[in-house]
C-alpha cells in the first residue's frame, strides 16, 4: 500500500498520496472521474500558471493579500509556466465541466509549494490562490490564453514553414507543364509549380484567418466575472490589474470581456477559433489528397511527382513505398473535424450562467492545434522539401490530353475543336497530330496556338 496522509476539504478528511502536492479536493476528483486517464494539456496548465502568478501580484498590490504569501504564490506559479509540477495534476478531463477539479488541482499545488517555500506557514488554495477569482472564469480565461500559447509558438510558426517549403516547390516546379484535371477528367495544362502555388496560397489564407481570430477572438477574456458574471468578491480593479501581469509574463494583451456574463455562459470565440482550425483541416486535407495523386503509381497512376521514399510500404510487397505522411496529415485533419464536431456541442451549453463542458472542450481545442502544430512539420520536411517532378511522365501524359483542343477554338471553332479531342482520345494521339493529319492550321500557326506553356496564362492562344 502506498502512503497517505490525511488531507481536509468541506466535506472532511481526504487520504492522499504522501509525495503529491496536490491536496483533498484534487484526490476527490481522481476517485470520482476515472475515465479516460487523460489529463488536460500542458498548454492549459501553463496557462493557469501565468492567471495564478498575475492575480498574486495583483492581489498583492491592491492590498488584499500579504506580500510575502503573494510573492510566495506567485514563485510557485511560476513553475507552471516554465513547464514543470504537471505530474501532480492527474484530474481527468472527463470531471465536473466547470472544470473545479482543475483549477482546484492547481489552487492545491501552488499552495503546498508557496508554504514549503515560506517555512511551513498556511497557504490557503482558496482564501489565498484563488482569491479574487472563481473556477467559472479562471477556466474560460486560462482557455482562451492556453489556445494563444499554442497558436503563437506552435501552430503559426509551423505553418509558416510549411508554407515556405509549399512556395519553394511552386518556384522550382514553374517550368513543368503537365495535364490540369478537373473531375478527375484531363483538362487544360496547368503548371506544376500553379498547383504548388496554389497549396501555399491555402495555407498562407488560415495563417490569415488563425492571427485574426487568435487576435480578434481570444483576447477578450472572463477574468473578473467571478461565480455567475457579477464579480462578487473581487476587487474592482483586479481584471486590469491581473490582465496587465499577465501582459508582463506572457506578451499577450488580453481586455476585460464586455459582458461577463456573454464570456462565463458562451463560447461563441472558441468555436471561432476551431471553425478556423476546422477550415485549415480541410485546406490540408485537398492538400496532402492531391500529392498522393499526383505520386500514385509508379506504373499505374498519375506518377507525375515522386514523393520520399521514407519507409517500406507493405509487410508482403517487397519495393513497395507508400505516401505515409499524407495519410498521417489525412488521419489528423479528420480528427481536427471531429474535435471542432465536439467544440460545437460543448459551446452549445452555456446553460444559464455557466457553459458546462469546459474541460473537454479546451482538451478539443488544444490537440487540435498539438496535432496539426506536428503534422506540418513532419509533412513540411519529410514530404514536401524532397519532392520531385517527373517532367517526361508530365510531358508524356500532357500530350496524349484531348483538353488541350481547348486551344484550337477561337481558330477553328468549338465544334471543330471537339472533333479534334474525339478523335485524339480515341485513337490515343496527341491533338497536334490530328489537326496536321485534317490540314486545320498551318505548321506556324499550330505551333502558336498549341503553345502548351501559353495555356497556362491568361489570353486566347493565336492572339
Given at each position: 500500500?502506498?502512503?497517505?496522509?490525511?488531507?481536509?476539504?468541506?466535506?472532511?478528511?481526504?487520504?492522499?498520496?504522501?509525495?503529491?502536492?496536490?491536496?483533498?479536493?484534487?484526490?476527490?476528483?481522481?476517485?470520482?472521474?476515472?475515465?479516460?486517464?487523460?489529463?488536460?494539456?500542458?498548454?492549459?496548465?501553463?496557462?493557469?500558471?501565468?492567471?495564478?502568478?498575475?492575480?498574486?501580484?495583483?492581489?498583492?498590490?491592491?492590498?488584499?493579500?500579504?506580500?510575502?504569501?503573494?510573492?510566495?504564490?506567485?514563485?510557485?506559479?511560476?513553475?507552471?509556466?516554465?513547464?514543470?509540477?504537471?505530474?501532480?495534476?492527474?484530474?481527468?478531463?472527463?470531471?465536473?465541466?466547470?472544470?473545479?477539479?482543475?483549477?482546484?488541482?492547481?489552487?492545491?499545488?501552488?499552495?503546498?509549494?508557496?508554504?514549503?517555500?515560506?517555512?511551513?506557514?498556511?497557504?490557503?488554495?482558496?482564501?489565498?490562490?484563488?482569491?479574487?477569482?472563481?473556477?467559472?472564469?479562471?477556466?474560460?480565461?486560462?482557455?482562451?490564453?492556453?489556445?494563444?500559447?499554442?497558436?503563437?509558438?506552435?501552430?503559426?510558426?509551423?505553418?509558416?514553414?510549411?508554407?515556405?517549403?509549399?512556395?519553394?516547390?511552386?518556384?522550382?516546379?514553374?517550368?513543368?507543364?503537365?495535364?490540369?484535371?478537373?473531375?478527375?477528367?484531363?483538362?487544360?495544362?496547368?503548371?506544376?509549380?500553379?498547383?504548388?502555388?496554389?497549396?501555399?496560397?491555402?495555407?498562407?489564407?488560415?495563417?490569415?484567418?488563425?492571427?485574426?481570430?487568435?487576435?480578434?477572438?481570444?483576447?477578450?477574456?472572463?477574468?473578473?466575472?467571478?461565480?455567475?458574471g457579477s464579480g462578487i468578491n473581487r476587487h474592482p480593479?483586479?481584471?486590469?490589474?491581473?490582465?496587465?501581469?499577465?501582459?508582463?509574463?506572457?506578451?499577450?494583451?488580453?481586455?476585460?470581456?464586455?459582458?461577463?456574463?456573454?464570456?462565463?455562459?458562451?463560447?461563441?470565440?472558441?468555436?471561432?477559433?476551431?471553425?478556423?482550425?476546422?477550415?485549415?483541416?480541410?485546406?490540408?486535407?485537398?492538400?496532402?489528397?492531391?500529392?498522393?495523386?499526383?505520386?500514385?503509381?509508379?506504373?499505374?497512376?498519375?506518377?507525375?511527382?515522386?514523393?520520399?521514399?521514407?519507409?517500406?510500404?507493405?509487410?508482403?510487397?517487397?519495393?513497395?513505398?507508400?505516401?505515409?505522411?499524407?495519410?498521417?496529415?489525412?488521419?489528423?485533419?479528420?480528427?481536427?473535424?471531429?474535435?471542432?464536431?465536439?467544440?460545437?456541442?460543448?459551446?452549445q451549453h452555456g446553460n444559464l450562467e455557466l457553459n458546462?463542458?469546459?474541460?473537454?472542450?479546451?482538451?478539443?481545442?488544444?490537440?487540435?492545434?498539438?496535432?496539426?502544430?506536428?503534422?506540418?512539420?513532419a509533412f513540411g520536411d519529410r514530404c514536401v522539401a524532397?519532392?520531385?517532378?517527373?517532367?517526361?511522365?508530365?510531358?508524356?501524359?500532357?500530350?496524349?490530353?484531348?483538353?488541350?483542343?481547348?486551344?484550337?477554338?477561337?481558330?477553328?471553332?468549338?465544334?471543330?475543336?471537339?472533333?479534334?479531342?474525339?478523335?485524339?482520345?480515341?485513337?490515343?494521339?496527341?491533338?497536334?497530330?490530328?489537326?496536321?493529319?485534317?490540314?486545320?492550321?498551318?505548321?506556324?500557326?499550330?505551333?502558336?496556338?498549341?503553345?502548351?506553356?501559353?495555356?497556362?496564362?491568361?489570353?486566347?492562344?493565336?492572339?
Amino acid at each position: 500500500m502506498a502512503a497517505t496522509r490525511i488531507e481536509h476539504d468541506s466535506l472532511g478528511p481526504v487520504e492522499v498520496p504522501v509525495e503529491a502536492l496536490y491536496g483533498a479536493q484534487t484526490q476527490r476528483a481522481v476517485e470520482n472521474f476515472p475515465i479516460s486517464g487523460q489529463q488536460m494539456p500542458p498548454r492549459f496548465l501553463q496557462a493557469l500558471g501565468y492567471i495564478k502568478q498575475a492575480a498574486a501580484m495583483a492581489n498583492r498590490d491592491l492590498g488584499l493579500l500579504d506580500p510575502d504569501i503573494a510573492d510566495a504564490i506567485a514563485s510557485a506559479a511560476r513553475h507552471l509556466t516554465r513547464g514543470r509540477l504537471f505530474e501532480h495534476f492527474p484530474v481527468d478531463v472527463y470531471q465536473t465541466g466547470s472544470g473545479t477539479s482543475t483549477n482546484m488541482n492547481a489552487n492545491e499545488v501552488i499552495a503546498r509549494v508557496a508554504a514549503e517555500a515560506l517555512g511551513g506557514h498556511t497557504v490557503h488554495p482558496n482564501d489565498h490562490v484563488n482569491m479574487c477569482q472563481s473556477s467559472n472564469d479562471v477556466i474560460p480565461t486560462a482557455i482562451h490564453l492556453s489556445a494563444s500559447l499554442a497558436l503563437r509558438d506552435d501552430l503559426l510558426p509551423a505553418l509558416r514553414k510549411l508554407h515556405l517549403t509549399l512556395s519553394k516547390k511552386s518556384a522550382a516546379f514553374d517550368d513543368v507543364i503537365k495535364s490540369g484535371r478537373t473531375h478527375l477528367m484531363d483538362a487544360t495544362p496547368v503548371r506544376l509549380g500553379q498547383e504548388f502555388g496554389g497549396y501555399a496560397a491555402q495555407v498562407s489564407h488560415c495563417v490569415r484567418r488563425l492571427s485574426t481570430t487568435m487576435i480578434g477572438e481570444l483576447s477578450e477574456v472572463a477574468l473578473g466575472g467571478t461565480a455567475t458574471g457579477s464579480g462578487i468578491n473581487r476587487h474592482p480593479e483586479f481584471p486590469a490589474r491581473t490582465l496587465a501581469y499577465i501582459y508582463e509574463a506572457s506578451g499577450f494583451s488580453l481586455h476585460e470581456a464586455q459582458d461577463h456574463f456573454e464570456a462565463q455562459a458562451a463560447k461563441d470565440a472558441v468555436v471561432m477559433v476551431s471553425g478556423a482550425l476546422n477550415t485549415l483541416a480541410v485546406a490540408l486535407m485537398k492538400v496532402a489528397n492531391d500529392i498522393r495523386f499526383l505520386s500514385s503509381g509508379p506504373t499505374s497512376g498519375l506518377a507525375e511527382i515522386r514523393l520520399p521514399a521514407i519507409q517500406p510500404g507493405s509487410s508482403i510487397m517487397p519495393g513497395k513505398v507508400n505516401p505515409v505522411l499524407c495519410e498521417a496529415m489525412m488521419m489528423v485533419c479528420a480528427r481536427v473535424m471531429g474535435n471542432h464536431t465536439t467544440i460545437t456541442i460543448s459551446a452549445q451549453h452555456g446553460n444559464l450562467e455557466l457553459n458546462v463542458m469546459m474541460p473537454v472542450l479546451a482538451h478539443s481545442l488544444l490537440e487540435s492545434i498539438s496535432i496539426l502544430t506536428g503534422i506540418c512539420h513532419a509533412f513540411g520536411d519529410r514530404c514536401v522539401a524532397g519532392i520531385e517532378a517527373d517532367r517526361d511522365r508530365c510531358k508524356e501524359l500532357l500530350e496524349l490530353n484531348p483538353s488541350i483542343a481547348t486551344a484550337l477554338n477561337a481558330s477553328i471553332g468549338y465544334d471543330a475543336a471537339a472533333e479534334v479531342a474525339k478523335e485524339s482520345a480515341a485513337r490515343r494521339v496527341p491533338v497536334r497530330a490530328v489537326v496536321k493529319e485534317k490540314g486545320l492550321l498551318s505548321d506556324h500557326t499550330l505551333s502558336t496556338v498549341l503553345d502548351v506553356r501559353d495555356m497556362t496564362m491568361p489570353g486566347i492562344p493565336g492572339n
